[in-house]
């Protein structure tokens, strides 16, 4: 009762990207290329990962990006 809400470690950063898979691990936000069979360099693909990066880059729980 009463005090401050705990942080239940949700990152706010957004994580639901078609194309890429986007995990957030004690500050550290992980992006893994997940386009089959070969990762071609869609225009989907590619908008797809600059959101994740300039997401993972404006979010203040994000310490580093990898």
Same mark, same amino acid.
Request: charged fraction near 35%.
């Given at each position: 009762m009463g005090g %401050?809400? $705990?942080n239940m470690n949700v990152p &706010?950063?957004?994580t639901d990207y078609r194309t890429v $898979? =986007? %995990? @957030? $691990? +004690?500050g &550290? !936000? =992980?992006l /893994? @290329?997940?386009n089959p069979p070969v990762n071609q360099l869609s225009e989907p693909? =590619? $908008?797809d990962i600059a959101e994740a990066l /300039?997401? !993972?880059f404006s979010a +203040? %729980?994000?310490k580093a990006v990898c």
């Open positions: %401050e809400p $705990k &706010i950063m957004r $898979k =986007v %995990e @957030l $691990k +004690d &550290i !936000a =992980v /893994s @290329l997940n693909f =590619v $908008k /300039s997401g !993972a +203040d %729980e994000v």
